[in-house]
């Protein structure tokens, strides 16, 4: 049942629906559709306002792309093949670009375009990708040389390389302060300075204050993976998330790193107190 209300004018609407013969749905229970009873009502009749709620929001910024539709735009603006779409997307989590599904860029990604924005704009627009693309199609067809491609791709090359060479101390620049960006934990709270993704002489990585040797606060973190600082920020501690990818495992969703230090120690405080209590029965 959809029901239109008018109230002074403006129009509210509701929808309500029950299931009326399961069918299919009778085998298959694990989708079941939840019922939305709206009262009998006929057209034209009269209803009290019992009352009114006033909502203020935002406008929502547009959904990330899922992988899927990534290919699709990907299909749609020519770039890439069948065979190779997917390969691009790969290399993109890879390099530590995005991470999850939808896809969710790192500030690294973001620096890296805002820079060739800036400095090498025709290598971030598709039409550059899309015409090489276009031109192997041509070959294959025989329409082009390979000898007339090559040409044209070094001319095209050569421009971007061009405003690259000459723009390369300000766009290292934007690239530094990117790849700091991401290592960026939160504020520490012991001396206010940025707390990072360091590594130690023996290779071993933890969080540890930009503010050092002043400030020797740090936390742990585990041995391997990709480390994914997400934009997620603990309400306690003020740090963001993190999350460690492995390549054929699942996510690990560390959380807070704080926080997850804190129930760590916990627990193996927990275990210190049962193990010497099964060591005092023993020796009893």
């Known amino acids: 049942m959809a029901v239109t209300v008018d109230i002074s004018g403006e129009e509210f609407g ?13 085998y298959y229970s694990y989708n079941l559709p939840e019922d939305r009873i709206l009262p009998q009502l006929a057209e034209g009749q009269s209803l009290n306002v019992k009352e009114v709620n006033l909502a203020g929001k935002e406008t929502q910024p547009p959904s ?8 699709k735009i990907m299909e749609d603006l020519g770039l890439g093949t069948k065979s ?11 390099r530590a670009y995005v991470h999850g599904n939808p ?9 890296v ?3 060739l924005e800036k400095y090498a704009e025709t290598i971030t627009k ?25 040409k044209e ?8 390389f061009k405003d690259m060479s000459k723009n390369k101390e300000l766009i290292s620049e934007s690239l530094r302060n990117g790849l700091y960006e991401d290592r960026i934990i939160g504020i520490c709270q012991k001396c206010s300075s940025d707390l990072l993704i360091r590594k130690s002489k023996k290779g071993s990585r933890f969080i540890g204050c930009s503010g050092y040797p002043k400030c020797d606060f740090t936390l742990p973190l585990p041995k391997s993976g990709q480390i994914v600082v997400t934009d997620k920020q603990c309400k306690e501690h003020g740090l963001y998330f993190i999350k460690i990818l492995n390549k054929g495992k699942r996510p690990w969703e560390i959380g807070c790193p704080h926080c ?18 099964e060591q005092e029965k023993e020796n009893k």
């Not at 990708?129 to 491609?149: N, Q």
């Open 14 to 26: 509701a929808n309500g629906a029950r299931l009326v013969e399961p069918g299919w749905r009778w």
């Open 64 to 71: 990330r792309y899922g992988q899927g539709h990534l290919i």
């Open 84 to 94: 190779t779409r997917h390969e691009i997307i790969s290399k993109l989590y890879g």
């Open 103 to 111: 896809l969710q860029p790192t500030k690294t990604a973001f620096a």
């Open 113 to 115: 375009i805002e820079a």
């Open 126 to 150: 598709p039409e550059m990708t899309s015409k090489l693309e276009h031109d192997m199609d041509e070959i294959s067809d025989g329409k082009i040389t390979e000898d007339y491609v090559i």
């Open 153 to 160: 791709s070094r001319d095209m090359l050569g421009e971007v």
């Open 260 to 277: 997850n230090f804190i129930e760590w120690q916990k627990k193996l405080e927990d275990e210190r107190k049962v193990s010497k209590k």
